[in-house]
């Protein structure tokens, strides 16, 4: 077991951590994966070597059980794939393996997106007006409640008719209208910007569906992610969502501090983040340059089929299973 490096990755129900056991096992075959979630039988559990049920991060049995685990599974490297857990990983990196992530307070501050609004505005980095419900003037033409922290795309509602009856816990945002655009960027260990990449998408229950590679404000972008790594220690793949107006102007009003959804997809296109992950954080090796590929992808359901064998009874990916 231990001629092979181990990395864990969380978060193996949702489509971020999935892309990312994907991606490792096509960039190298030999890693041994231990995968967790709050759920033990996923859609991620057919791709991992072993398999933990944890509780959510912010639980306070959640890090002493990465940490029982990570010892007896000798793991060598946490790859994150939620927002809280790069908070609370980061903020106990100190006695855990290597942690592919940026610091405690940068990923803090991208967790909270109206702490995001506050620090964006004072370095004068452009970011969509956002304001507590508690503090509303009803200032905006056009409104939005989504979660303060983390979340993805759950917990969203346009045009709400009474802001007030929402708590602090939430913020609304000024709603633009244009284009939806994920924007992923890779930070070296050096502090370098090795690469980026941004898609146009077409999203369905908050997960993208359908997108194009998209490079006509790459300009705009640029600049914006040059202003976040002067003023944030950023290290890693991080995340931009934004509006492209229909004035052409790029608005983000959402960061993720990690690894995003479309990684499955982007690696397609030459913007391999979780192999630069991988050969930086498990093997310190320089990641690759990145060779960039226009394109445009359809995401598809399929079906992991267990003959014969109950739910319960599902351990990893030895479990015998095929995909239909």
Not at 133 to 149: A, H, Q, T
Request: a positive charge; aromatic letters at 10%.
């Amino acid at each position: 077991m231990k001629n092979k490096k181990t990395i864990l990755v969380t978060g193996i129900g949702g489509n971020v951590g999935q892309g990312i056991l994907r991606n490792t096992i096509a960039h190298r075959k030999s890693i041994r994966i231990v995968g967790v979630n709050v759920e033990t039988v996923t859609a991620g559990t057919h791709l991992c070597d072993v398999v933990y049920q944890v509780p959510f991060a912010y639980d306070k049995k959640y890090i002493p059980e990465i940490r029982r685990i990570c010892k007896e599974e000798r793991v060598d490297c946490i790859i994150p794939s939620t927002d809280y857990e790069t908070v609370y990983l980061s903020k106990n990196r100190r006695s855990l393996p290597t942690i592919a992530t940026s610091s405690y307070d940068v990923n803090l501050t991208f967790l909270d997106k109206y702490r995001t609004w506050q620090k964006f505005t004072a370095h004068g980095i452009p970011f969509a007006e956002t304001a507590l419900p508690s503090e509303y003037k009803g200032v905006f033409n056009s409104d939005i409640i989504k979660p303060r922290e983390g979340r993805g795309s759950r917990g969203i509602v346009y045009e709400p008719k009474n802001i007030k009856k929402y708590p602090d816990s939430f913020v609304v945002q000024k709603l633009y209208k244009g284009i939806e655009l994920p924007t992923a960027f890779y930070v070296t260990k050096s502090g370098e910007l090795h690469s980026m990449i941004t898609f146009s998408r077409e999203l369905l229950g908050g997960m993208t569906v359908k997108c194009t590679v998209d490079h006509t404000y790459d300009k705009q972008l640029l600049i914006i992610i040059r202003q976040m790594m002067k003023h944030f220690t950023i290290r890693g793949s991080c995340n931009i969502q934004s509006i492209a107006t229909i004035d052409g102007r790029v608005i983000p009003f959402e960061i993720n501090g990690r690894i995003s959804g479309t990684n499955s997809i982007r690696s397609q296109f030459g913007f391999t983040d979780v192999a630069w992950t991988i050969d930086e954080y498990l093997y310190n090796k320089k990641p690759k340059p990145a060779r960039l590929a226009f394109g445009s992808a359809v995401r598809i359901q399929l079906d992991v089929i267990y003959p014969d064998v109950a739910l319960k009874d599902i351990k990893n990916k030895n479990t015998k299973h095929y995909i239909f």
